[in-house]
């Protein structure tokens, strides 16, 4: 196929202005009748062309009239109908078979066919998988519902919008209609039927709206919504607040299905759930799952302004609303829990989902310029890339500066399909300054490089950075242009005290920022009192790789006194960095002593959070650690980042960790408060340390904290201490978790995830043996992703086995999954990114598995961009 080029962009010749759909609902088949409103563009003559793929069509009329043959064609990916005007009605009705779709897309089943229930995914392409339309977002329509269906098989019926109708109908079978008031593109749309049951809440918006809020779920699952229904009072609360955002209808859905692509969808006024991010108890759900849960349920309800009530003109403009969500989810999780943590974690996210994605061969810029298949850009770069940039645009503004512009751009933009531009021009406007240098990040792919490097003039007590950036040719771009790039920086003196910032006359407190524009610029600071340690990209104020100069000691100092929770982990990973290379090399001892006697000493600090402890013992992962490596050998960085953590256990002393863990174990309770959070968190890490020194010991520990945890949190963390460490008792245990949790999904999935993790040589027998499980099943993404994905992207050892035979399984499975579900394919065959770089045994082989994988005939459209790209 032909890639799909920003550049070659067209306003629609027709839009619909109205559209009524009727469903006649069943489990193999549906039947769709479709009533449109045409609008044509007068200033155009293109034939009206609809979308519309696996449909078969039963009836067509134009105006009230059946239309011959001759008067409409089939074309690739749609219908070509002749004779409408402006303000034509075009009826079609089509049957589309739920059952027997295993892509997830379009109008689906999830469950078994006798009890499960239907529903739609329709982002980015479905809903011409549901009727013939102009599936594009730039149409934007009004819609009317209405759902018919056996009562007992689907007794509830769910659509976006508010309940206009619903009553009974002959032969056992009921009807439900809804009508929404705000135009929207058809990727919104969304219904669900069958057996579900709900949990509600009455709120009313701070603009004075009743609102009543429903969670669907399936039976068993219902009792698990409760923190779900409070995030999602958080969420909306917060908007009203931070944004002035009210909500809109006068009733929001959520639905929980465990048969999603994703993580969730913002359908108007239906949001659809996997389970995995809606669900969550203490018995079966972790810490992360809690905070997944209320991030996710935030982002997805604040899309009802950042996507739906400004949505994008085209698929290019994705991280308008995604990159902005995300951001605006940040900041919530930030304000819900600890700022410090949230940045600590997205940061890291960063790192290791979208920096390896911007280095290798699919990476792309945020806005992209070309596209094959749409569903391959819900990437790393537009979501967590593109919420950078607006927290580097928001870091500009200030924080009312920025919430004039946010309010400018909803204001102005409401019910339209906008653009990256329309955003920069509306929070540039808002404040007078002219945002669009801040473009080219948006076009630009590959992280930029910031050299720094600083001089102190004792004599002249001046301090002069000199700042130097350059992005790697890649992705199509040889020649990368200056970025402007905000650096939040204080300078520290040896006491590890902030000194106070005198820069071109101005005198700032203890913090600045200046602006990188130009590929390098000085920045001098006078009146410096003595050779200072600069603390820079204060709070990772722009996504982009540091180099700088750093002493082991300076970098200790920073981890010791930084009073900015993030940068004090910064300067702790960039020095247990430099301790890797220090292993690695066998040289520069210093760095090694430097990083373990920093956190020996603040291991014993009793101010220390807890949890940021924990992430402070907690070295940059082997994904990280391969991004700094021109040739990857994986069991190499596994080996070596074994050796440095046993080196910081060592050096904290074992019997200094026993007695924590036994402290934090004796405190342990079920309780989600952040201090109880923190303490697992802390206690976790204390094990595994432990567990790298004195096994059997820690897994004495592992085996009681596993019998006795009160929460999964506790469970999880001992099972995965046993399972690596432990032959007999892991296996036990592994065992009993299976039968414990036999009937609960998501706690399995965690099974099969926990088990594809463990390292080594046998992790390739594990997984095929995992996959003989009765409960292994490739149909269900969550289930494929915990298993085969876990093991490609979250076992390296596992993987990338020298003789290529963890490429040849995974490849085989991918083939298998594309038949099914060519957007989970693709996705997971991202797992080989990075091939090139492998050192050249492994590298032959992925290469071998990943050609003769991208020649097999009949790839979906989705797995073959992926490999295109991949072997370029
Ligand atoms: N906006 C949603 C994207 C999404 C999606 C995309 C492709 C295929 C399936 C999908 N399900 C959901 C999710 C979000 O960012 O909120
Ligand atoms: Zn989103």
């Known amino acids: 196929s032909l890639p799909i080029r920003l550049a070659d962009y067209r306003a629609p010749a027709w839009r619909v202005e109205r559209v009524e759909l009727d469903f006649e609902l069943g489990i193999d088949a549906t039947e769709v009748t479709a009533k449109l409103l045409l609008r044509r563009d007068p200033a155009q003559h293109a034939p009206l062309r609809l979308d519309g793929e696996n449909l078969e069509l039963l009836a067509i009329a134009l105006d009230g009239q059946p239309l011959p043959a001759t008067a409409y064609r089939t074309i690739e990916g749609g219908l070509e109908v002749d004779g409408a005007r402006d303000g034509s009605v075009l009826e079609t009705r089509v049957r589309v078979l739920p059952a027997a779709n295993t892509a997830l897309e379009g109008l689906y089943l999830s469950g078994p066919r006798e009890t499960g229930f239907l529903l739609t995914q329709c982002e980015a392409q479905g809903f011409r998988h549901i009727t013939y339309f102009p599936d594009r977002p730039d149409v934007q329509s009004s819609y009317t519902v209405t759902l018919r269906a056996d009562r007992a098989r ?45 949990i509600e809440r009455d709120y009313r918006t701070a603009d004075g709206r009743d609102v009543q809020l429903k969670i669907w779920a399936e039976a068993d699952a219902i009792a698990s919504c409760h923190y779900a229904m409070d995030a999602l009072e958080r969420s909306m609360r917060w908007d009203e607040q931070a944004y002035g955002r009210n909500y809109d209808l006068d009733v929001f859905h959520v639905v929980a299905t465990h048969d999603f692509n994703m993580g969730a969808m913002e359908n108007k006024g239906l949001n659809i759930f996997n389970t995995k991010c809606l669900l969550a108890d203490p018995d079966s759900s972790t810490d992360d799952e809690y905070r997944r849960v209320e991030a996710v ?28 969500t995300v951001f605006r ?45 749409i569903n391959n850009f819900y990437t790393a770069t537009v979501y967590e890339k593109g919420a950078e940039l607006v927290r580097m645009l928001a870091g500009r503004l200030g924080a009312e500066g920025f919430r004039r512009g946010t309010d400018l751009y909803f204001s102005r933009n409401d019910g339209r399909a906008a653009t990256i531009e329309d955003f920069l021009a509306a929070l540039g406007e808002a404040n007078g300054i002219d945002l669009t240098p801040y473009l080219a990040w948006y076009g630009q792919a590959g992280t930029p490089r910031l050299k720094a490097h600083g001089e102190y003039d004792a004599a002249r007590r001046e301090y002069a950075l000199t700042l130097a950036q350059y992005t790697p040719p890649g992705a199509g771009q040889p020649h990368k242009q200056a970025l402007p790039i905000p650096v939040k920086l204080a300078l520290f003196g040896a006491d590890g005290r902030m000194l106070p910032l005198h820069l071109d006359g101005q005198t700032a407190a203890t913090e600045a920022v200046v602006v990188l524009t130009e590929a390098e610029q000085h920045f001098v600071f006078r009146d410096v009192a003595e050779r200072p340690v600069p603390s820079l990209l204060r709070g990772f104020s722009a996504p982009v790789i540091l180099e700088c100069d750093y002493t082991p000691a300076e970098l200790a100092l920073l981890l010791g006194h930084d009073p900015d929770g993030f940068n004090r982990w910064e300067a702790g990973q960039q020095l247990a960095l430099r301790a890797c290379d220090a292993l690695r090399d066998d040289a520069d001892p210093q760095a090694v002593a430097a990083w373990c006697d920093a956190l020996a000493a603040l291991f014993d600090d009793a101010q220390l959070d807890a949890a940021l402890l924990a992430d402070l013992l907690t070295p940059p992962g082997e994904i990280e650690l391969a991004e700094r490596e021109s040739v990857v050998d994986p069991a190499r960085i596994h080996a070596l980042r074994q050796q440095l953590q046993r080196r910081l256990a060592a050096r904290i002393g074992g019997g200094k960790l026993d007695a924590r863990y036994r402290a934090l174990a004796a405190q342990s309770t079920a309780a989600l408060d952040a201090a109880s959070q923190a303490s697992r968190r802390l206690k976790q890490r204390v094990l595994h340390l432990l567990a790298l020194l004195d096994p059997a010991s820690a897994c004495d520990h592992a085996a009681t904290q596993y019998r006795d945890a009160p929460g999964m949190t506790d469970r999880l963390g001992a099972l995965a201490v046993l399972a690596r460490h432990d032959g007999v008792r892991g296996t036990e245990s592994l065992a009993h978790y299976r039968a414990r949790y036999a009937n609960d999904p998501l706690a399995l999935d965690k099974w099969f995830a926990l088990q594809a993790q463990l390292p080594g040589e046998g992790a390739l027998a594990r997984v095929q043996a995992l996959e003989a499980d009765p409960a292994f099943t490739l149909k269900n993404p969550n289930r494929a992703r915990a298993l085969l994905g876990t093991f ?26 594309d038949a099914l579900n060519p957007q989970i394919a693709a996705r997971l065959a991202t797992a080989f990114n990075g091939w090139q770089r492998l050192e050249p045994r492994r590298r032959e082989a992925a290469h071998a598995v990943l050609a003769t994988l991208s020649a097999h005939d009949g790839l979906s459209r989705n797995l073959a961009e992926i490999l295109g790209n991949m072997l370029k």
């Open 154 to 198: 689907f007794p509830v019926l769910l659509a976006g919008g508010n309940p206009d109708g619903a009553g009974e109908l002959p032969g056992g079978r009921h009807w439900a209609r809804f009508a929404d008031p705000h135009p929207r593109p058809s990727y919104l749309f969304a219904l669900v039927a069958g057996r579900l049951e709900k």
């Open 297 to 324: 349920v935030a982002h997805e309800y604040f899309h009802n302004w950042s996507g739906n009530r400004v949505t994008c003109r085209d698929w290019f403009q994705l991280s308008l609303k995604e990159g902005f």
């Open 329 to 373: 989810e940040q900041s919530f999780s930030a304000d819900m829990n600890s700022a410090p943590l949230k940045r600590i974690e997205d940061v890291a996210l960063l790192r290791r989902a979208q920096f390896p994605e911007d280095a290798g061969p699919l990476a792309h810029p945020v806005r992209p310029a070309e596209y094959r298949e």
């Open 792 to 817: 490609a992207s979250g076992n390296p050892t596992g993987f990338h086995r020298a003789d290529g035979a963890g490429y040849r399984l995974y490849a085989e499975r991918l083939l298998a999954l």
